[in-house]
């Protein structure tokens, strides 16, 4: 038989754990619906010329152009410092692939150099077709691959 006390000590534990639940869902949702300030609007790019393209170096901000799928082929998201990728509202590049996370990735400037980092996504990011296991870093032109779309640093 199981004493009195038991069954109340393990009461209480359970009352703990489902309170720590729903405090942790709770948080998870607050996290996902807190806007984290304006998104950059995907901007199709047309051809340029190429003198045109040495001037767009000289005073170039990196970009992610989107190569697949090939209705979103040619939408550019600018970078700043640090843009986080998903499915979310909240990212700075929203992607409308049911194989991103919620938040999926993010590229960050440091020491001078581009980096991804994937963060916990269920499919895996790749860059380059390789998966990213760790911040690696990314140059102009790598291919960077998140579900179904893929896109190419400039």
Known sequence: MVSDQL?????????????LFFFRVVRAVWAELRPTGPRPQPVPT???????????RENH????VVLEPAELFGTVFPLDSEA?????????????DTYSSQIHARVFAR?????????????????????????????????LQIGNTVMELQ
């Open 61 to 64: 901000r990196p970009q992610f």
């Open 84 to 96: 986080s990728i998903g499915r979310a509202a909240g990212c700075q590049i929203t992607l409308d």
């Open 46 to 56: 047309a051809p340029a010329h190429s003198a045109s393209r040495r001037s767009r």
């Open 111 to 143: 020491d001078g150099a581009w980096q991804v980092e994937d963060l916990g996504s269920t499919n895996g990011t790749w860059l380059n077709r390789q998966k990213v296991a760790g911040p690696m870093i990314i140059k102009p032109g790598d291919h």
């Open 7 to 19: 069954l109340f000590v393990l009461k209480i534990a359970l009352l703990i754990l489902l309170y």
